[in-house]
Structure formats: structure tokens, C-alpha cells
């Protein structure tokens, strides 16, 4: 799930102990995305996107965060890492 998500919902983040990178800087744990996709239900998307400078974003971005989560427990992954990449990243990389 993409880093804006969680800045956006103020939503806690642990620092990345598994290995440095700067555009992959936190971790949560699944216990602690099995919490947050429990508050971002509950919670209404429009006080979330009131925290954005891009709210349409998130129009979709909820549903992929509950999406992410579910493959996490499905691979008993202990961890989830927000990153901050995006396909703008990978254009820039292969225009270079």
C-alpha cells in the first residue's frame, strides 16, 4: 500500500528494522493493518480525504489497502510496508 495512504488517515507507522530504503522507510505490522482496515470502515472516506490534497485518490484507495492486508494474512506475512513509489518512478528509470 502506497505511503500516502497512511500519512493521509494519521495513521501510526513503526520505522523500517528490515533493511534500509528511502522511499520504503515504515513497516506495520498485520496486527496493526487488521486494526486500521477495521477504523478505515468505519471511518468515513470523506473526513480521510479531507486531510488530502488529492482526495479522489482515495476513492479507490481504501478498497486496495483492505486488498493488501487480506494477501498479507493469505501469505502470513508478520509485516506490511507502505512504500512511496509509484509508476512515475519506473517511466523516469527507463527514460534515463
Same mark, same amino acid.
Given at each position: ?10 495513521? +501510526? ?9 528511502? +522511499? ?49 494474512? +493469505? ?22
Amino acid at each position: 500500500m502506497h505511503l500516502y495512504w497512511y500519512n493521509n488517515a494519521n495513521y +501510526k507507522l513503526l520505522e523500517n528494522t528490515l533493511y534500509q530504503n528511502d +522511499k520504503q522507510k515504515y513497516m506495520i505490522t498485520t496486527e496493526m493493518s487488521d486494526n486500521y482496515d477495521h477504523n478505515a470502515l468505519i471511518t468515513s472516506l470523506n473526513r480521510i480525504k479531507e486531510n488530502s490534497d488529492n482526495p479522489i485518490w482515495f476513492d479507490e484507495a481504501r478498497a486496495m489497502k483492505v486488498i493488501t492486508n487480506l494477501i498479507s494474512h +493469505k501469505v502470513d506475512a508478520k509485516y506490511i510496508i507502505p512504500i512511496k513509489i509509484n509508476m512515475e518512478d519506473g517511466l523516469k528509470e527507463k527514460l534515463n
